[in-house]
């Protein structure tokens, strides 16, 4: 992380943080669904 444009540019910085914390949650969720096919749900 480079400090010195996370001060110049706080608002770059939160949507950073922003991106990186909801891509884990899609990609959490998407994993999620991924298993749960895999497991035969939802039923037919």
Do not use: H, K
């Amino acid at each position: 992380m480079d400090i010195i444009a996370w001060i110049l540019d706080p608002a770059q910085f939160q949507v950073e943080i922003a991106n990186a914390y909801w891509g884990s949650i899609y990609g959490a969720v998407d994993d999620i669904s991924f298993q749960l096919t895999q497991m035969g749900y939802p039923p037919r």
